[in-house]
């Protein structure tokens, strides 16, 4: 999550754009749906959906949604409303995550809690969410609600298991991986789903399985450029996760092949709760990449886009499809 | 809702078992399926779950489901997890109110922030809303979808009124009327209308009608105790409003007939803000008694109990019925 802070300026590349193309239009149609899904007579509640509306990131969840309805070419009109809810939904978590982190930055503007209040940011992520789902109510469709509930309960579950590890060097690849999944992969996934219910009923479960895939392989590129990639004012890697202790896949793959003596040095880092300690941050990064735990998560991350390109080979050859394939590879080469 | 917390240890009262009786079986159900839908496999979840129903208060919410949903004496099996459903809905409210409240007690034990942490109650209200909300969904219902997304939007309207009252002596009683149904009567309308739509859907509109009428008049006489109750360990009302400056009807009705002098000892009372200042609210209770408005806000209380009695008139003269009346007299009277 922190990692986005970080890299918040970059604007949309031109990838993503070629993506998007063939729901550019309804894509449009996606943000006047959610500005008006928001609307509300209260003074607060306008300033701050107006805020959020202008921090919106690239809308990668409804692009899905929206290219999952489009596979068969026959877009069914609601899709632009589930689309706008999956967005919602994940803009109640990003609120509710800055708030519980007291992160004053998302996407290059100030979070919610910092611009306005603590108290603010926790009301108004449940605002976002209980109007999300009344939208989604109001599509009379139990199936979509059955999708997007299901997400949201997975949604807490994750953020509930990184609250709790309490042992974070003791955290396996599979921890790890169920993590992921819950905090990442299951929104993409519901996100392509309730596209595939909304004009491509007959491919559902291709497409669910194809967008739990590609959510894992997001979040290991993710935690993977957390470790590699450059701040762009130190010209070293940000280490955003090793800074509030978060250890991720790179590092879990190290630990099983790391010398003794690192070792030590990774537990000592661990044991230092110094957020600023930039030389200690450099030397985790020194010892992981040594270790081959970049290479380790590097292939994992591989593998499951592999797989997500291998859920999408039912598919008609519809632009649709294209693009969702392309999804794959923006997703493993982004850079930010 | 600070006010819960003094009046924390007062024990159920006997009034409130006569009136649950018709019902007292499925309560005992309510709090299994509770129980059931929070179940979950990380033990953090579990321990806060645990402490979140032995911390439960009076059921007051579910009572009015199942008694609504038993007005014809042909309660449906479902009205049980519509019923848990709201004191979920409610639970998750009075977590995230305790967490922006930063409140330690909530009836005699510590609230999930303290006990747990601040994280722990912003996602597990999160937790709490969508776990009820997929067993809501589970019933296949959209009416009954309908009217509990609804009350859910209108409590997080609610709060942000609340929180964007800026000039809060200004606040009229039109602006309290519609802040105390947002924030309380839509939750005990909606228990009402989702228990008749389980059971008893001709009574719907009535029901509706006696919830919305009834929870005005609970929150009216909430707010009454805030000034005339003993707190138990002092002898004086404990104020709890006033030491946050809270705005309530009987101030607002004060102010409209209150001396220049007296007005110039609240204004002065809430330029400061110290929570501490005994001596501030004792004088401000004095002025607010003195000026008539606790006896205005005990008239319209009584005005909305009258109109919650009177939507009961059509139903039939079940023990259910007789039960929804005694509810009535039970608000109104009540000392915690």
New interface residues.
Partial sequence: MSGVIARARTPVTAALREIQAPVADRLEEVVAAMREILV?E????GSVTDHLLRMRGKMFRPTLTLLASAVEERPQPRAVTAAAVVELMHLA?LV?DD??DHSVLRRGLPTVNSLF????S??????L???A??AL?GL?D?EL??IL??V??E???G???Q??ALDRLGSSEEDYLTTIRCKTAVLLAGACEIGAVSGAARYRNALAVYGDRLGMAFQIADDILDYVEDSGTTGKPSGLDLRERKVTLPLIAALRTMTAAQRSRVDAFFAREDPDDDAGVADMVEIVVDAGGIDYARRRGAEFALQAEAALAALPPTPARTSLLEAVGYVMERRS
Same sequence: chains 1, 2.
């Avoid at 209260?42 to 509640?45: A, C, G, H, M």
């Fill in positions: 509300a209260l003074p607060l509640i978590t509710h708030s519980v209040s603590h108290q603010v926790v009301i108004m992520g449940d605002y969410y209980s109007r789902l009344s109510v009379a139990l609600l059955r509930t299901n949201s309960n949604l807490t579950i953020e509930m298991r609250l709790a």
